[in-house]
């Protein structure tokens, strides 16, 4: 038996992905708090995940799990008494985490508090304070130019105190003990690319996975961004052990090129099936070496864990103008990029699902190809042609020695083709599953 065929599928649609998208976008998230809580309850819908739920004041490492934040309401009323600034009008207007208050500031506090971006008048940043008790509001620069009265009233009615970091797994049981990780943080207010592209596509991967006869078995974390990770390898140390390569998902509905960052190790197999991929599939894109900030694989990677994560993306942070602002918005992602995006993870798993070492049953020169129906570009029924060349290479390296990856680097052709080129000589009989 050869492995099965992850890279085709007809089930999953980038509208579908984009609904969900639409679904999480008005909900405010933070690091912890009812909005990571909602979410999860509406991933969940689609696949059966479990809700982890960890006390504040727990110790994870060097890090201490923070009191919970929610908010109810947030605005700021001018000398009139008008509300000028409307948390419910867009939940960016609060600074993440704000402490509670209710109170009359002069002009000149209130613009302490504010955050602006000049450089894109009309854009809200996106601003947290998570371990630096503060309150502020975050609101577009030409909101900004009009404030010109002396007195303004403040009302942030949040809440900061214990509770829980609520964070959400999916497992999926393979053959095998051995996992690969897909992590995505869920702690983003109303961000569209950073994050909850990645919550989509890791929420559809993990349904069509759940679907399916797999090797490896797979692991799904939607978590808070750094301290959800740090919670996880704290609370999970003895299961480390199994995760034998993983990715990050981030900012995977733009429109940009895709973007591979490498694990740490950064040869590992993970790292050259992705690269593979993007070679064999991309006319362009962009491979970063690791380095230890961005998102959670610097938790993965951390010299302690070392794991064999990377993170596979379209444009990644800080590269668009619109990253961590109300422009990453609806608008900003686009169900195709979001299907062309879950296809390259579901080619990774293909890959990593067939790379098998195989030996040639037929090593003493070249088997006579022609008698067996596999001279020529074959191609039965529906299947993809494989070209000569390919079986030649198949064939030659199959000595036990070589994985099909190993064979697709060397030969120079798609990982996908060497699979294909691989399972027809298995189905003549020529190879063996080493
Ligand atoms: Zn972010």
């Known amino acids: 038996m050869h492995g099965s065929d992850f890279s085709q599928h007809s089930e999953i649609s980038g509208n579908e992905m984009y609904r969900l998208i639409e679904k999480l976008y008005p909900i405010c998230r933070s690091i912890t708090g009812n909005g990571v809580r909602d979410s999860l309850k509406a991933i969940g819908e689609l696949i059966p995940i479990d809700t982890h739920e960890v006390k504040s004041g727990t110790k994870v490492f060097d890090w201490t799990v923070p009191k919970e934040w929610n908010i109810k309401d947030a605005y700021i009323k001018n000398g009139a008494g008008e509300k000028i600034i409307d948390f419910k009008d867009n939940n960016l207007h609060v600074l993440n985490y704000s402490i509670p208050i209710s109170k009359k500031v002069s002009n000149e506090e209130l613009k302490k508090h504010l955050f602006t971006l000049p450089e894109h008048p009309d854009w809200i940043p996106y601003r947290t304070s998570y371990y630096n008790e503060n309150w502020g509001f975050c609101m577009s620069h030409n909101q900004y130019a009009t404030l010109t009265d002396s007195e303004y009233q403040v009302v942030i009615d949040s809440e900061l105190k214990d509770g829980h970091l609520t964070y959400g797994e999916f497992y999926k049981k393979g053959d095998l003990e051995d996992e690969i990780l897909f992590s995505c943080h869920i702690c983003h207010p109303s961000l569209c690319n ?173 088997p006579q190809l022609g008698k067996r129906g596999l001279y020529g570009n074959i191609g039965a029924g529906d299947k993809q042609p494989v070209d000569t060349m390919t079986l030649l290479w198949v064939l030659n390296l199959s000595d036990g020695e070589n994985s099909l990856l190993d064979i697709s680097e060397r030969a120079g052709v798609s990982f996908d083709e060497v699979k294909r080129a691989a399972h027809a000589l298995h189905d003549s009989g020529l190879l063996e599953r080493k």
Request: with cysteine.
């Open 194 to 366: 950073d994050n909850l592209s990645g919550i989509a596509l890791a929420t559809y991967l993990a349904k069509f996975l759940s679907n399916q006869t797999t090797h490896y078995s797979y692991r799904f974390l939607f978590i808070p961004g750094t301290i959800g990770s740090i919670t996880w390898l704290n609370l999970n140390e003895p299961k480390i052990k199994h995760i034998k390569g993983g990715l990050v998902i981030v900012c995977v509905g733009d429109d940009g090129q895709f973007t591979y960052k490498k694990s740490r190790q950064g040869n590992s197999e993970i790292d050259r099936v992705v690269l593979n991929i993007l070679e064999n599939t991309e006319s362009s894109h962009k491979v970063i070496d690791f380095y230890p900030y961005g998102y959670d694989e610097r938790q993965y990677c951390s010299p302690g864990f070392n794991l064999h994560v990377g993170s596979l993306s379209r444009t990644t942070h800080g590269e668009y103008p619109e990253y961590h602002t109300s422009a990453d918005n609806l608008s900003f992602v686009k169900p195709q990029n979001l299907l062309e995006s879950l296809n390259k993870y579901l080619l990774v798993v293909d890959a990593l699902e067939n790379n098998f070492s195989y030996l040639n049953m037929n090593p003493k020169c070249e």
